[in-house]
């Protein structure tokens, strides 16, 4: 079956350090792999996607790639704000897009 | 406003009691999906629709949901007798349409506590 899973948070950084948010996958076909955020107090809103292997999805300053040798859509942004506090949730879709299955979530927080 | 909306933000039934949660999906949003997201934990998939079509009911825990989209716009997702496990937040997204260049947009959720 399809499901992902996700590195544990929280994960506290200081302002401008390297951020690496784990995610990997269990996948029959070939899905589509997706970061969404959510920022406190708001809706879940994608951050980024890739839709085939080797695609590189990117986004504000945050990139993932989508490696089908590991299974695996890591999440990475090379120099983090306070304002990129929140819960980011991997995602993988079914071929037809119909079914989206979330890892757990991984809660950042950047401090000054 | 132009996102997906839902209502009532916030919802507390006792333990039997039936309740039903609204999605109003952007306009002219073809797909609709509703979500359970348990506390600490990421959403979950319960049911998808394409205009007034159920393509997929699969992830409904059991014969007591039940969703609707009679004119392919609103949605309500329909819980009867309700149990303590069934408290979590409920979640609608929408998009244009299938793949995954049509993003989905998601609502702020239905927050349901059963007593």
């Known amino acids: 079956g399809n499901s992902v899973t996700q590195m544990e948070g929280p994960v506290t950084l200081s302002e401008e350090a390297f951020l690496t948010i784990n995610c990997t996958y269990t996948a029959t076909g070939y899905p589509s792999l997706f970061w969404y955020v959510q920022y406190p107090g708001e809706g879940l809103q994608l951050l980024l996607k890739a839709t085939k292997a080797d695609d590189k999805g990117s986004n504000k300053g945050f990139e993932a790639t989508y490696r089908k040798e590991t299974t695996s859509f890591h999440l990475e942004k090379g120099s983090v704000q306070v304002s990129d506090s929140a819960v980011y949730f991997c995602?993988?879709?079914?071929?037809?897009?119909?079914?989206?299955?979330f890892g757990s979530g991984t809660k950042l927080n950047v401090k000054p | 406003g132009a996102g997906v909306s839902q209502s009532p933000r916030y919802k507390v039934a006792k333990r039997g009691q039936d309740v039903a949660l609204r999605c109003d999906p952007i306009?002219?949003?073809?797909?609709l999906f509703w979500y359970q997201q348990a506390l600490g934990q990421g959403p979950e998939f319960l049911t998808y629709?394409?205009?007034?079509?159920?393509?997929?009911k699969s992830g409904l825990p059991s014969d007591r949901f039940f969703a609707e989209r009679p004119e392919g716009s609103v949605s309500t997702l329909k819980i009867q007798r309700t149990q303590q496990e069934d408290s979590a937040v409920y979640l609608c997204?929408?998009?244009?349409?299938?793949?995954?260049?049509?993003?989905?947009?998601f609502g702020d959720g239905t927050r349901l506590s059963i007593l």
């Open positions: 306009s002219g949003h073809v797909s």
């Open positions: 629709f394409q205009n007034e079509a159920q393509l997929d």
């Open positions: 995602a993988l879709s079914d071929q037809n897009f119909n079914k989206f299955y």
């Open positions: 997204a929408s998009s244009s349409g299938s793949g995954a260049n049509q993003p989905q947009h």
